[in-house]
């Protein structure tokens, strides 16, 4: 019962922190780019990544969470992950200079 209460708990302050981390990155982003469909899509994708791998390497060590698969993700995959998200926020702005 206490590792089920403490998921529900991470899961409330996962949706908080993406709440709050999301609504700031987007409101910068938001600034930079003309608000076309295919904009937000993309963008909205590259938010999504950079919250998951900023969650997956500081942010779930701090949580009330404390089971299995706590781990952060490989250095590898972490870049891998932040140059795909920088591409897909420059996309769009490469694709409106042609």
Do not use: H
């Not at 003309?34 to 390497?57: E, G, H, M, P």
């Not at 706590?70 to 409106?96: H, Q």
């Amino acid at each position: 019962m206490k590792t089920g209460f403490a998921f529900i708990l991470e899961l409330l302050r996962i949706a908080i922190l993406f709440i709050v981390i999301g609504g700031v990155l987007w409101a910068l982003i938001e600034n930079v780019y003309d608000n076309s469909s295919t904009t937000a899509w993309v963008t909205s994708l590259a938010v999504l990544i950079i919250f998951f791998v900023l969650y997956r390497n500081i942010l779930q060590f701090s949580g009330w969470y404390k089971g299995k698969g706590r781990n952060k993700l490989s250095k590898s995959v972490t870049l891998s992950l932040i140059g795909a998200s920088i591409i897909l926020l420059l996309a769009p702005l490469a694709l409106e200079a042609l």
